[in-house]
């Protein structure tokens, strides 16, 4: 029985992790923000950020709080900012320009010397034909906006 127990607390853990996963939505052409915040405790002096994508390609490495935009994959050169006066708050969110539909997938935001993972999931889909009805009308999906951050306290909150 106390196998058991454990066995349920790893499936729980197990599915708790993945869902912990921000999801975004992005369209072609536009920026789209890829949240990072690490906010488990301080931040010691020296440490790295490598932002890479689903083939493991480099989207963006810090090193010691200070970007580095030569080890970045060709995709990425010139499409990718992140937000220097934020990084003592902890906060590694970048901004990926011009998306592209082939920019879908998981993005993973590693700082190891803390040990802290985070995974991003971007879709970026092509615009909508704007139908032009007034907000609200009935029958038609309202289209909400993002809140990746809304999203990243929510899954939290579950873990
Ligand atoms: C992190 O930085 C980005 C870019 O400046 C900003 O939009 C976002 O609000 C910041 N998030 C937090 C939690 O500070």
Known sequence: MRHF??????????????????????????SVLLPCI???GPLPDQFNVHWRDKDDKIVL???????DLTTQDQVFKGRVRSFPDEYKAGNFTVVL???????SGIYECHVPKVDFQRRV??????????????????GGEVVTPNFPLLTLFLCCFVV
């Open 38 to 40: 690490y906010r488990e």
């Open 97 to 103: 320009e011009q998306a592209r539909q082939s920019d």
């Open 61 to 67: 490495d810090i090193n010691n709080r200070v970007q």
């Open 121 to 138: 999931q971007l879709t970026v889909a092509g615009k909508p034909v704007e139908a032009a009805t007034p907000s609200g009308s009935a």
């Open 5 to 30: 127990g454990r066995l349920i607390w790893i499936v729980i853990y197990g599915i708790s992790t993945v869902s912990c996963q921000v999801k975004v939505e992005g369209f072609i052409s536009d």
